[in-house]
């Protein structure tokens, strides 16, 4: 056995701990240019409740609001201007994991110049970047746990990631009570998105025993949590879980990578805008069933924590879990098109060709174009 293992994370964890963000955050300066998006934490109070508590120590804010779901290289290149014309200090993430992958992006470009792609794709490297400092408020993308940074560019439809320890937040500040205002249906859309990390990230090629152990654990706590919260019965203790959960799917993924849910999804939400959690639940269970010949013993494993026997029916307990979450769901229904497939197929290949590969399975670009057309 060897590997090498370097994350540094710097987390803190616990139901009110938003509370100590002013103090901690000052770390990093004294002007935050806030990211965010144009609903929730105005809706929730979160935003005030933050520039207040950055006040409250003396630091200045200025908020840039503009991200949506699937964050796109305009977006990234309008909070630079606003880093930039502000003149802050550092970047505060505030919101979901569209939020964070935004702002980590953001505080990327605003140490770099040219095109975010060149980045993306490897043509162009920097170690550069102003400190991120992350408040997430869903419990799914894990972004708070990694040095990933998920950018759509609207002019060819690639959803790729921006990958690097530059951009690990400096601090993450996960507060469960900070989910508990998500509407059920974006519950059951990020809470997939977490079992998908975990069990992505243990059976991936570059699994190590580090991640394994997170992997593992998160399937076990999603297991314990979502579906009572998704019912109304959870309650704080769920919540932890959850969230902590959460943060052990990023920084499992952060270790070992993903594997092809992940990178099928990507092409389908970069050309047709899905929602993620939704994209996933239509293509996990087809590729599962394509995939356990290649790894029996470790989809027996995850069968198991989810109260199944072995890698026979690791599909079946995915999919009573997804028809629990009401996410019983084809990408026909999601506005994804027959005449997409060639498309998305190809796409896969040219931004997930590392998830490809680490996939118990390798797949032909024809057996690709099966699993999208099974999963309508």
Not at 137 to 155: I, K, M, Q, R, Y
Request: charge should be negative; include cysteine; proline fraction near 5%.
């Amino acid at each position: 056995m060897r590997f090498s293992f370097n994350l540094p994370v710097n987390i803190l964890f616990g139901a009110g701990c938003v509370n100590e963000l002013g103090k901690r955050a000052g770390a990093f300066g004294k002007k935050a240019l806030i990211v965010t998006g144009r609903g929730s934490t105005k809706k929730t109070g979160l935003l005030d409740r933050v520039i207040g508590l950055l006040a409250a120590e003396g630091l200045e804010s200025f908020v840039y609001d503009q991200v949506e779901p699937n964050p796109t290289v305009p977006q990234v290149y309008a909070g630079v201007k606003a880093l930039k014309d502000f003149g802050a200090d550092f970047v505060l993430g505030v919101g979901g994991g569209s939020i964070m992958d935004a702002a980590k992006c953001i505080a990327f470009m605003g140490k770099n110049d040219g095109d975010l792609m060149d980045y993306v794709y490897g043509r162009k490297a920097s170690t550069e970047a102003f400190p991120a400092v992350l408040v997430p408020t869903t419990c799914g993308t894990g972004s708070e746990g990694n040095g990933f940074a998920v950018v759509t560019d609207p002019e060819t439809g690639d959803k790729k990631s921006l990958r690097g320890t530059m951009i690990i937040a400096k601090l993450s500040v996960i507060d469960p009570e900070l989910m508990t205002t998500m509407p059920r249906g974006v519950l059951a859309d990020v809470g997939f998105d977490v079992l998908c990390h975990c069990m992505e990230a243990f059976l991936s090629a570059a699994a190590i025993p580090v991640s394994d152990m997170y992997a593992l654990e998160g399937i076990n706590l999603v297991r314990e949590s979502l579906l009572p919260l998704y019912t109304g019965k959870g309650g704080p203790p769920e919540w932890e879980k959850l969230s902590w959960a959460s943060t052990l799917g990023g920084m499992s993924i952060g270790i070992a990578g993903l594997t092809a849910p992940h990178a099928l999804e990507h092409p389908a939400s970069g050309l047709r805008n899905l929602t993620h959690g939704k994209g996933l639940a239509a293509l996990t269970v087809p590729i599962i069933e394509r995939s356990v010949a290649g790894a029996p013993a470790r989809f027996a494993e995850i069968s198991r924590r989810l109260g199944g026997k072995d890698e026979k029916d690791c599909a079946a307990r995915v999919t009573d879990l997804l028809a629990g979450l009401d996410l019983a769901i084809g990408l026909g229904s999601q506005g994804v098109k027959a005449e997409d497939v060639d498309w998305m197929a190809e796409n896969a290949f040219k931004v997930s060709a590392a998830g490809l590969a680490n996939n118990p399975v390798k797949f032909s670009i024809e057996e690709i174009k099966a699993i999208y057309r099974a999963a309508f």
